[in-house]
């Protein structure tokens, strides 16, 4: 019998949207990341507009441990290995660390857990910024028909759903710069949906008027909805070549989710990463 204890429980914290096509999108990613980790318990909570909601889900697991832990009491064993679920460990499905992993999450995770003794909570980092996110966008720039010999007559614009936080726009300018510099496109420009500038359209027209052929668009964004198809109408608006899809489940992106998982867990098991309920 292995009396190792159980992995922590990975929470997939995703934003949520009244749009369907969000939904299906976390769970075909989920689904991949469970493919990859067998054995791994993951777990999908919404902020909003979905079911389930975080706490609920949090509330669920905290009930699978009690009920455990009576069955232990019973049966005279102590709780241990094999027990119910202690640990969990919460990841943003976030690209840049905003408003969100800043602020909204901790606060749901935390009102949450304190009402809910038997859970240990850790926040994992956002997903962004990651080569294998820009290794992703390119696998959809690929999909949508950009060519390897293509790059250095494309300039593509980053698309992004956009942020009030300053260092959330800082990094996505970062993105482009790198990306550029890495990769060998024409020309990497950033373009947000919401609360920055440029707009898609802006940025592709930005780059036509500079003399470049050939513009495709990658959406930095994970699952469709509002803020995506903002991206893809301004796209079109402004005559984009190459539109791509969203990042969905794609392999790097579930790859990803378990690199921040991993992390998570080595730093709990030093006892550098705060928990939640502490």
């Known amino acids: 019998m292995d009396l190792r204890p159980p992995r922590p429980t990975l929470l997939v914290v995703a934003h949520g949207s009244r749009d369907p096509r969000h939904a299906a999108a976390v769970s075909a990613l989920c689904a991949r990341v469970r493919a990859l980790r067998p054995g791994l318990r993951v777990e999908v909570g919404y902020l909003d507009f979905n079911a389930p909601r975080v706490p609920r889900v949090l509330e669920r697991l905290s009930a699978e441990a009690e009920a455990e832990g009576r069955r232990a009491a019973v049966s005279g064993r102590r709780g241990g290995p094999g027990g119910g679920v202690r640990e969990v460990v919460a990841l ?83 993105i482009a710069r790198e990306w550029r510099h890495t990769a060998g496109w024409c020309a990497v420009r950033p373009a947000f949906a919401s609360a920055s500038l440029p707009r898609t359209a802006d940025a592709v027209r930005e780059l036509r008027a500079e003399g470049v052929g050939r513009v495709a668009v990658a959406p930095y964004v994970i699952a469709p909805g509002f803020l995506p198809d903002r991206i893809a109408a301004g796209a079109r608006e402004a005559g984009a070549d190459v539109l791509a899809p969203v990042l969905g489940p794609a392999p790097e992106l579930a790859r990803l989710l378990l690199r921040r998982y991993d992390g998570a867990v080595r730093d709990g098991a030093r006892g550098d990463l705060r928990a939640l309920t502490a």
């Open 92 to 174: 943003p499905l976030l690209l840049t660390r905003a408003f969100h992993a800043k602020s909204d999450i901790p606060a749901v995770l935390r009102a949450a857990t304190a009402r809910l003794p038997l859970l240990t909570v850790r926040q994992a980092e956002v997903l962004g910024p990651s080569p294998l996110l820009t290794a992703a966008l390119e696998r959809r720039l690929a999909q949508a028909g950009v060519r390897p010999g293509d790059r250095g007559s494309t300039g593509v614009v980053l698309a992004s759903a956009g942020s009030s936080d300053p260092e959330a726009s800082a990094v996505i300018a970062e």
